[in-house]
């Protein structure tokens, strides 16, 4: 019934049970980012970037938004894309100054359930 990866990983993500244990056994395609391009490659300042999010189900684009969070909770919408897979997102992100940001979604999952979380991130001087 739930996914072989989720069962098999042993570190269930909080969203990911709390998405389990509030809905119905269809439920477990909820769109949650199982891991993102900034782990790997840090957003460099002044440098326009496209950060890939790794969705564990599809993502209707068309009804998902993702916003880019600056110094004093300010939200910028930002360009989504399909990336080459189901649940890769591609999101532009323009040039920053160093400092502390986020990325805000709200994504429409395959199930029909949507999602809202926020990834933070730094942009270090280099
Ligand atoms: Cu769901």
Request: aromatic share 8%; with cysteine; glycine share 6%.
């Amino acid at each position: 019934m739930f996914p072989r990866a989720i069962k098999q990983s042993g570190r269930l993500m909080p969203a990911v049970a709390l998405c389990l244990l509030a809905l119905t056994p269809m439920a477990w395609s909820h769109a949650v980012v199982t891991e993102s391009s900034l782990t790997s490659e840090p957003v460099k300042p002044n440098h326009a970037t496209k950060v890939v999010l790794f969705f564990n189900s599809g993502v209707e684009l068309a009804l998902s938004r993702v916003f880019l969070v600056s110094k004093g909770d300010v939200f910028h919408p930002v360009h989504i894309a399909k990336g080459k897979k189901a649940g890769e997102m591609l999101v532009d992100i323009p040039p920053l100054e160093p400092g502390d940001y986020a990325l805000k979604y709200k994504v429409f999952a395959a199930d029909g359930h949507f999602t809202e979380n926020v990834i933070r991130f730094r942009v270090d001087n280099p």
